[in-house]
């Protein structure tokens, strides 16, 4: 059992304790915030340890999770000043790149990054990883068990990291399921009808296409015959714009990521 210290108390935070504590973990979880009034309901719902001292919070680590927002994270790591002992951190700071979180607090500190969907609470997540190719793989090994206690992990190149953080998010999902159940409700569904039709299309359809063998494009056929509803329904979409709309979506999201790394 080792000693995991969340910096930030946040809603990735919050999301990564559901997780955690859904799968029964082993570890000692400790989080450490400025907002006590977060530090109150994170203990109240987790049973996590809870420690306003920021540099007392990073002695009790034996892995540090990096949870604040990018533009926080400078900020953070200096307030921490100098770390005397070997610890590896995990930073969760979409854009910021390994290069500046060593630049700015490097050894005896090893660095690594993380992206995890906050699906995690579910125990269904997904989170990316990245690693400096100088960590040593027990540490490598150790960050991915940590992530994968609450679902999926895939290792990523970090010059690729960005356009994984940019089209893997939740938020694309539920940003969907909305519209399309407003649609519907326009087209004459009340919303709960809506919604659960819209999940099904969605969520139903997706997981039929994770868990089988069937190719994405056998099942595009399968649900789409040529010149009935479903297939004039998309072609109407694409034809308003819908493709170049979600490409011009994850090139506003790269632009704001890689802002982050300057």
Known sequence: MSTIVFLGGGRITSAMLAGLRLKKTKHCLVVHDRNLSKLRELSKHYGVAVIPDLKNAVEQAEMLIVAVRPNSVAELLHSMGKVARPLLAVSLAAGVPLRILTRTLSSPVRWARAMPSPVCRSGRGLTGVTFPRTLPSRDRRR?????????QVIE?????????????????????????AKAGQTAGLD???????SAHALADGIVAWREGKGSLESLLE????PGGIAATTMAAMDAAGYRKAIAKGLRAGLSRARANSR
Do not use: M, N, Q
């Open 191 to 197: 919303r709960r009808t809506a919604l659960v039709a």
């Open 143 to 151: 960050v991915v068990d940590l992530f994968a206690s609450f679902g």
């Open 156 to 180: 990523i190149p970090e010059g690729k990291f960005d356009a994984f953080t940019v089209t893997y998010s939740c938020s694309h999902g539920y940003h969907a399921l909305d519209a399309l």
């Open 222 to 225: 399968e649900a789409a015959t």
